[in-house]
Each structure stands twice: as structure tokens, then as C-alpha cells.
């Protein structure tokens, strides 16, 4: 029995001593259902060893209470699914490389698999030297964002984000993510992951739950009161008033914009304007402008707060 337990207590004082990066490859959602799923994001990042470890005492706790979220992601995780690799002969699949010591990234690709023309399509990338961008076959198909060296999120070193509005069955499919970079000995490394993007019919339940819950939205919109007009600025620091046509319940939001301007003789100098709102009610706004050296129009709308 102690023999057991000494052997437990190395591999735990192992786990919590790795340093590699781990890559994370995740979708949101893993399924996506046309007309119903507003947006499928695939997110590949590099993961700080250092920030992923954890001590003998979290780990104890996991074994003897698991956490649901983490038992969710693990019995998720598509991590376990081989990498595959298109030639113009053959599709072949290996292992995937989740771990490794990488010191620098220098790229991040994701790529999904053309089964039709037995290829692989690249989806996005980012190195160093250039911004993240969409491949080719997916220009103005997917909003992209990523950098090789930082990530906005804690614990990750690098990143990469795809993301469609209003996804259907063609992004359906297997995509894979490549990260290459330099170990602490600048020695090449790489690490892989892959993750299967399925797709299903709205059933009849569905479209007739989607379509209620968007003529709510359209009977709400309806019985808004929105307001809008337009005004002229053409005095300095003096309060204006504009009186609403129907009141509101309660002080609307205001909003404004420029217009349009007079330059006159003033073609030549520098142009200024402002406009303030100072006092909202639910029968009226004021404001204040600055108009230098001449005058502008603007025009402004009011919606229900």
C-alpha cells in the first residue's frame, strides 16, 4: 500500500511540473443547425504550460469530487482526433501533437478538409510578419482575428479565431489546426489538433420555437417609439430645445450625428463642431453646440431607454 501511494504522489509532483505548451482547439458549437445557429467560431491557441499546471492538492480534490465543467470539456475534447493530411494521391491521418516546448510561435494554420476536390482548404493563418487573415476560399466568408505573439486572454501565448455568421451545411466538416514555432533551444516544433464540426435539420419544434421568439422581437420593435429629426447649429454655447412629437414614458436615448455643413467663405480654415446634449425628458431634449467659424446641420434620433 505505501509502495502505491508513493507511486501516485511521483506521478502527481510529474504532472504539476510540465512546462510544454499545450494546444487548445475548440468550436462553439460542435453542431450546427442552419437557420437556428447565428455563429460557429473555431478558436486554436497555444496554451502556457506554466500557466495549466496544477498542484498535488487541486488534482487530489478533482479525483475524489470532479468538477462538472472540466469532466465536460475533457469528454469533449476532440484533441484525441487524428490530423489529416491531403496529397494529391492519398489522404493519410497520424496522431496529433497536442504538447511540446514551444518557446516562439512563428505560425498558426487552420484548415478543413475538401473531400469533394481531396485537398485541404486553408481557413485562416498568422505569423509574425503578417495580420490573421482568411484564405482564399474563404474571403468575405469568415470574420478573422489572431496574433502569433499575445493573446487578450490569460494563460494563452498565441491565437486564432475564425468565426461565421449564420453557418449551414458547408461549414460542416473536419478542420485541423497547425501550430509551428521554436523550442528554448530554437529547434522547429510543431503541434497539431483536429475537431469534427457536425450538422443537423432543425426539426419542425425548432423552426416554429425560432419563429415565435423573432416576431417578438419584430412586435417589440413595432411598438418602440423611435424618433428623429434633424436641426441647425449655427450659435455657440447657447441651449437649444427640440420638443418631441409623442412622449416617452421615460427620457429616451438620444443620439446624433453630423450632417451637413455651410462652409461659406471659410473654404480655407480649419472647421469645428460640437454638439452636447445637456437635459433629456420624456417631452424634450436640450443641447448645446459649437460651430466655428460657421454652421452645420445635424440630425439626431430618440429611443425608448
Known amino acids: 500500500m505505501m509502495i502505491i501511494y508513493s507511486l501516485f504522489v511521483f506521478t502527481l509532483i510529474s504532472l504539476s511540473l510540465t512546462d510544454a ?16 445557429s447565428k455563429h460557429l467560431t473555431l478558436r486554436c491557441s497555444v496554451q502556457d504550460g506554466s500557466s495549466v499546471r496544477r498542484s ?21 475534447t476532440t484533441s484525441h482526433l487524428n490530423v489529416t493530411h491531403v496529397t494529391a494521391d492519398h489522404v493519410t491521418t497520424k496522431p496529433p501533437i497536442t504538447e511540446a516546448d514551444v518557446a516562439h510561435v512563428t505560425s498558426i494554420i487552420i484548415n478543413k478538409v475538401n473531400r469533394v476536390t481531396n485537398s485541404v482548404d486553408k481557413v485562416a493563418d498568422v505569423t509574425p510578419f503578417e495580420a490573421a487573415s482568411a484564405g482564399s476560399h474563404f474571403l468575405g466568408l469568415v470574420s478573422v482575428e489572431g496574433n502569433s505573439e499575445r493573446s487578450p486572454k490569460q494563460g494563452e501565448k498565441a491565437y486564432l479565431q475564425v468565426k461565421w455568421d449564420y453557418p449551414d451545411y458547408d461549414q460542416a466538416g473536419e478542420y485541423s489546426c497547425e501550430i509551428f514555432g521554436l523550442d528554448s533551444n530554437n529547434l522547429p516544433v510543431s503541434l497539431e489538433s483536429a475537431l469534427l464540426i457536425s ?31 434633424t436641426s441647425n447649429c449655427n450659435t455657440n454655447g447657447y441651449s437649444n430645445q427640440i420638443t418631441f412629437s409623442n412622449s416617452f414614458k421615460t427620457p429616451p436615448l438620444v ?23 445637456t437635459t433629456v425628458t420624456e417631452t424634450y431634449f436640450n443641447y448645446s453646440c459649437i460651430a466655428s467659424p460657421t454652421s452645420f446641420i445635424f440630425d439626431w434620433v430618440a429611443i425608448d431607454n
Open 56 to 76: 498535488f492538492g487541486s488534482i487530489f480534490q478533482e479525483m475524489i469530487a470532479p468538477n462538472t465543467t472540466a469532466a465536460y470539456e475533457r469528454a469533449n
Open 255 to 277: 443620439f446624433t450625428t453630423f450632417s451637413d455643413i455651410n462652409t461659406g467663405y471659410y473654404t480655407q480654415q480649419s472647421v469645428h463642431w460640437n454638439v452636447t446634449i
Open 199 to 229: 450538422s443537423k435539420p432543425a426539426t419542425m419544434s425548432d423552426l416554429i420555437n425560432y419563429i415565435s421568439i423573432q416576431q417578438k422581437v419584430i412586435d417589440n420593435l413595432k411598438a418602440q417609439n423611435i424618433q428623429k429629426g
Open 21 to 36: 505548451e499545450i494546444i487548445r482547439f475548440q468550436s462553439t458549437p460542435l453542431v450546427i443547425q442552419p437557420v437556428l
